[in-house]
């Protein structure tokens, strides 16, 4: 059981907004920056938002990153067929002295 | 472009040693502000963070696998490598090295290879 928590699946249909949610606690998402992974089928995880809302490079406008508290948010609006994917918050846990990732989040799009 | 590649067997028998090199083009890893990492994505588990070497030699482990690892930086080679020993079938996964910026709070991989598959069996 991961110590950040997100939805295991989400979905949506193209052109719509999709929001995955990260839960954690004090230690980590409450004292650190949270980024957000990208994972396509088949492929390495590729990095999307960083510093809760900060974009990586080369990553559409279409991707968002928010945090409050002891949780954060990835929303994708105006969402295509090449966005299915698994996604994956991530933050430091200053309890546990590691990087940690939460479960990830399936996203279909129909 | 930085790119980074990773090589190793994708086969080790259980209670032996894994060792992986990740090769890194493009970009050196003597620049200070990088902290060379390895995660692996387990097997209907999702990613697990294992630990990052700098540079200089300094390193970290995630706690729950510290006892088995060895990581180290080869500056002459621009290459990366992991000693896990002690393998289990529990071990058996996709090993990605990938580069970190490190600053503050926070901590994020930037790029990534494309990862090794690693499966433990006799």
């Known amino acids: 059981q991961s110590v950040l928590t997100q939805p295991p699946s989400a979905s949506g249909t193209p052109g719509q907004r999709v929001t995955i949610s990260c839960s954690g606690s004090?230690?980590?998402?409450?004292?650190?920056?949270v980024c957000w992974y990208q994972q396509l089928p088949g492929t390495a995880p590729k990095v999307l938002i960083y510093?809760?809302?900060q974009r990586a490079s080369g990553v559409p406008d279409r991707f968002s990153g928010s945090k409050s508290g002891t949780s954060a948010s990835l929303a994708i609006s105006g969402l295509r067929s090449e966005d299915e994917a698994a996604y994956y918050c991530?933050?430091?846990?200053?309890?546990?002295?590691?990087?940690?990732f939460g479960a990830g989040t399936n996203l279909t799009v129909l | 472009q930085v790119r980074l590649q990773e090589s190793g067997p994708g086969l080790v028998k259980p209670s032996q040693t894994l060792s992986l090199t990740c090769t890194v083009s493009?970009?050196?890893?003597?620049?200070?502000?990088?902290?060379w990492s390895w995660t692996r994505h387990l097997p209907g588990k999702g990613l697990e963070w294992i630990g990052y070497?700098?540079?200089?030699?300094?390193?970290y482990f995630n706690p729950s696998l510290r006892s088995r690892i060895t990581m180290s930086a080869d500056t002459s080679k621009n290459e990366l490598s992991l000693k896990m020993r002690s393998l289990t079938a529990a071990d058996a996964a996709v090993y990605y090295c990938?580069?970190?910026?490190?600053?503050?709070?926070?901590?994020?991989?930037?790029?990534w290879g494309q990862g090794v598959r690693v499966t433990v069996s006799s």
């Open positions: 990938a580069r970190g910026i490190y600053g503050g709070s926070s901590y994020y991989l930037d790029q």
């Open positions: 493009g970009d050196s890893i003597n620049a200070g502000l990088y902290f």
């Open positions: 070497v700098h540079h200089s030699g300094d390193t």
């Open positions: 004090r230690s980590n998402i409450g004292s650190n920056y």
């Open positions: 510093k809760n809302n």
């Open positions: 991530a933050a430091w846990d200053d309890n546990l002295s590691s990087l940690i």
